[in-house]
């Protein structure tokens, strides 16, 4: 979660300096993104690949019904979210939540509008 506010607050901080014609600040902003991005990466790659495991394994029936509570909460995003190879994480995510007693079609939502989701190379993910 730091790593995910730090690179959402150097992402800001290059887009700001760019349109303020401030390109030696913009670039160093944005070399800084680039350097959390690798390090958050890192970071995840065994928890994700769990993650993605579990999603995999997921009871058909069950990838079914996170995949229609996608389509409902996230009309726009839906497509694009189901055909992305993080797609399982998410569905295994979801799942949890479920059993944990939240609503996910809440969850998702909330987290699209507190994410910055433009420049995901995978939505998914992010939403993980």
């Known amino acids: 979660m730091l790593i995910d506010m730090a ?3 150097a992402t800001a901080a290059a887009n700001w300096h760019a349109k303020k014609h401030h390109a030696q600040q913009a670039a160093a902003a944005r070399q800084t993104a680039e350097h959390l991005r690798a390090a958050y990466q890192a970071a995840a790659a065994q928890p994700m690949a769990v993650l993605q495991q579990r999603g995999q394994h997921l009871a ?3 990838r079914q019904r996170q995949a229609a509570l996608v389509r409902q909460a996230l009309p726009e995003l ?11 994480a998410l569905a295994a995510t979801l799942t949890d939540a479920q059993k944990a007693g939240h609503d996910p079609a809440v969850l998702l939502t909330e987290a699209t509008r507190r994410r910055e989701l433009g420049t995901a190379a995978s939505i998914s993910d992010v939403l993980v």
């Open 7 to 9: 690179f959402f607050l």
């Open 60 to 62: 058909l029936h069950v």
């Open 78 to 88: 839906a497509e694009r979210l189901l055909a992305e190879p993080g797609w399982p």
